[in-house]
T-cell receptor, first 114, second 110 residues
């Protein structure tokens, strides 16, 4: 799976949009971009994933550049509860009975400030 | 649907003992993976089970083992505990290309 690069930390004012970047310049055509977050001492929480098109769900939006070498996770109105470590992961999509594992990097520690 | 559940949530053991952790996946999910998280090494993949068979294994010593039952529930076992085994152990179940994690079991080895 391709490697990802994320800034170690970011701050965001409460109520503003949080834009978390991720670089994955070696991504292959069949690799998805996944985002998880982990609030202190809890299990990672799935946020969103995408292949090439931009995606939106009730939690966030995922913007993937046209060349797919980078992406941005957008939390539209950050709250204090969004303070967490955010992980960007690139992995091959395996359907059927294929094996599955996630390789976590160090992620970005997002601090939402009142 | 209920999420992934893990028991116990907290555990204290002493060196040399063994421990068994349990994971119940989301209903209908047949794949279960285990991860270890420590401050120094971060989140590391231990192994994955599907239909009671281990499909993939991370780079951990043989003291770490697991199994999966016919109802997809899974257990992992660590024998001869070492201080370095103190960690948050996470279980995740997988469905339609997405893994969903449980709250974890925090193990402290004294």
């Amino acid at each position: 799976d391709a490697k990802t690069t994320q800034p170690p930390s970011m701050d965001c004012a409460e109520g503003r949009a949080a834009n978390l970047p991720c670089n994955h310049s070696t991504i292959s055509g069949n690799e998805y971009v996944y985002w998880y977050r982990q609030i202190h001492s809890q299990g990672p929480q799935y946020i969103i994933h995408g292949l090439k098109n931009n995606e939106t769900n009730e939690m966030a939006s995922l913007i993937i550049t046209e060349d797919r070498k980078s992406s941005t996770l957008i939390l539209p109105h950050a709250t204090l509860r969004d303070t967490a470590v955010y992980y960007c992961i690139v992995r091959v999509s395996i359907t059927g009975a294929g094996s599955y594992q996630l390789t976590f990097g160090k992620g970005t520690k997002l601090s939402v400030i009142p | 649907k209920a999420g992934v559940t893990q028991t116990p949530r907290y555990l204290i053991k002493t060196r040399g003992q063994q421990v068994t952790l349990s994971c119940s996946p989301i209903s209908g999910h047949r794949s279960v993976s285990w991860y270890q998280q420590t401050p120094g090494q971060g989140l590391q993949f231990l192994f994955e089970y599907f239909s009671e068979t281990q499909r993939n294994k991370g780079n951990f010593p043989g003291r770490f083992s697991g199994r999966q039952f016919s109802n997809s529930r899974s257990e992992m076992n660590v024998s001869t505990l070492e201080l370095g085994d103190s960690a948050l152990y996470l279980c995740a179940s997988y469905y339609k290309e997405t893994q969903y994690f449980g709250p974890g079991t925090r193990l402290l080895v004294l």
